[in-house]
């Protein structure tokens, strides 16, 4: 396995995961993405980890910053085949599939996705985590649906 995104990982060096790591030629897991900002310090310091209450907020800046790992290792949404939503409010599913809705919406894509209620995530006032595995197609213009 390859750790595909070194330019995505703390800039401090103490984090003890890869942000993406490619498996194969075409197949590449991204870690789970929360409103906390990408570039950030371990242990987290308060200041860089305030977040919005809002979960329509939050969700968009998971899904921009999952979007911007994508792209770095040439990938879009249309090559994302899974997608895993850890929520600390299951009553926010509903905001956060139309958030993912909107980003997917050019992709020609729908991917299969798990939605998990969970106590909380790391980083305070975090509300929802997603984690994404995407497969990069041999034309590279996405992945199969049936």
Partial sequence: MTNTSTEFTSTDGGSPVSVS??????????SGATAIPLYHHHPHIADECVLPDDIVEQARRVLTTIEDVLRFNGLGWGDVVKLSNFLTDPRDYNAVQQAITQFFADSGVTPASTSVGINGLSGEGARLEIDVVAVRSSAQGGTEQK
Avoid: A, C, E, I
């Avoid at 790591?21 to 991204?30: A, E, G, N, Q």
């Fill in 21 to 30: 790591v490619r498996s194969t030629d075409t197949l590449f897991w991204l």
